[in-house]
C-alpha cells in the first residue's frame, strides 16, 4: 500500500479511471482521486506494470447470438430500442465494443425447435433457410456497426442420420459419414458468407465430451476429431475456404489432455489453429497448459453461462471478472466469449437444457425492457477499453488479494489495467506503469480500469 507522503507531482500522462463496486451501486463509474505522483524512493508500487513484456494480441470479448438471443432482438423489441441496443452493445465509439461473438451451426438447447441445415438424409449441402429470419438480420446489423466483429460458429450435433443414434440427441459420427459431415460445415460457412455473414472461425463440436439428455449434442473422441480433421475436414477448408480458421476442443478447463491429443497428431495439428475453452469444470490454468506445449497454437475461451446458481449481484461479478476476464485472458486467450447474448425473464426461450441461465442482458418479453445483468458489466470493463489488436502485457502484484491484467492498445497507444480489489477491505494502492507512478483507492470488492493516455 503507498504511503501517506510522496515527492513532487510527477509530469505523468492523465490516468482515468472507471469503478464498479461489489454491490452495484456504482457501475461504470468514473473514478475521482485518481492521483499521478513520483513514489518516494526505494517503495514499489503495489501493481506494477511492464509494456515491454508482451503477450497475445486480442480479439476482444463478446457473447454468443443463439437462436434465443436473435429471436428476442428481432421480435419482442421496437426498431428503435434495438438499434439502441445492438449500437450499446456493439459499437467501439459509442457503446461497449464488443467484437467477438459465437453461433450455431443449427439448434442449441436456446432453439426453439431441433434441427440441423441438412436434415434430408444423403444431402449434406446446408440449406440456411432458417437462420434467415432471426441470425442472419442480427449478424448483418452488429457487423455494419463494428466491422471488426468476428464470428465463432459451432455444430451442437451432424445431422441426425449422419450419426450412430439417428437422432440429434446423443450419438456420435459414423466414420462413413465423415466426408458428409466435413462437406456439411464447408457448406454452410460458404452459404453464411455469401448471406454477408463471413464466418472466421469453425470449431469441431461443442462439448465433444458430452451427451446431453434432451438437446443436440454428439460425442466426438480425440481419435476420431484427430481423424475427422487430417484426413477430410482440413483438407476441404484448405481448398474451399481460406483465411477460415479451425479451433479444437471447444470443451471445459478438466480435460486438457484431450486437445493435447489431437494436437499430438501431426497430421491433424497441421490444420488446427488453436484451442477453445469452456468454464464448467476444471481450472482456467488449463489453457496455459496446452499453450506451453504447443506455443504456435492460438488460446480461444468461448463459452460460459450464469444463472440462478451464479449468486447475488457481487459474487456474480466478481467471479466473472477473475474468471472470465482476468483469468481466461492471464492464461492466454485472444478472444472472451460468454454464452447467450440476451435471454428473456424465464431465462428462455429454451428446449432442454439449461432452465435457469440468463444472459449478458434480459430483455422482457412482453415489454422489451433491457436488463443488464452483472456479467455485462464485467464484461464492458473490458471490451470498452481493450481495442481489436491491443496486445497483453505484463503486470503483477505482490499481494494475491489484488489480481489483474493489461493491455497495450497499439504499439505506443493507451496503457488498459483491469484491476480487481478481492480483500475484504478499501484498499490504497500505488501503480507504477513502465515507469509511469499514480494511486488510487479502491473500495472492497471493486473492480477498476485504468487507461493511462500517452503523451
Known sequence: MFSVAYGAQAKTPVVQG???SADGSQRLAPMAGIKTVTLPAGQQADIIVDPKTRYQRMAGFGASITDATAWLIQTRMSEKARNELLRELFSVRD???FSV??????ASDFSQSHYTYADTPGNPVADI???RTHLIPSLKAMRKINPRLQVIATPWSAPAWMKTSNSLIKGRLKPENYDSFARYLVSYTQAMRKAGVPVDILTIQNEPHFEPEN???MRVEPAERAEFIANHLGPLMRRSLPGTKLLDWDHNWDQPESPTAVLSDAKASAFVDGVAWHCYAGDVAAQSVVRDRFPSKEVWFTEC????WSGDWSKSFNWAMRQLIIGTTRNWARGVVMWNLALDEKHG???GGCGDCRGLVTINSISGE?????EYYAFAHASKFVSVGAVRIASDSGDNAIESVAFQNGEKGPVTLLVLNGAGVERNLSFDVGGKQFVATMPAGSVATYKLLPK
Not at 461473438?101 to 443449427?106: A, D, F, L, P, Y
Not at 453461462?305 to 440462478?308: E, R, V
Not at 433491457?370 to 452483472?374: G, L
Request: net charge positive; aromatic share 6%.
Open 18 to 20: 472507471w469503478l464498479t
Open 95 to 97: 457503446g461497449i465494443g
Open 101 to 106: 461473438t459465437r453461433i450455431t451451426v443449427g
Open 129 to 131: 433457410t432458417p437462420a
Open 215 to 217: 438437446y443436440p449434442g
Open 305 to 308: 453461462a450464469s444463472g440462478n
Open 349 to 351: 426461450p429454451h428446449l
Open 370 to 374: 433491457v436488463t443488464r445483468e452483472p
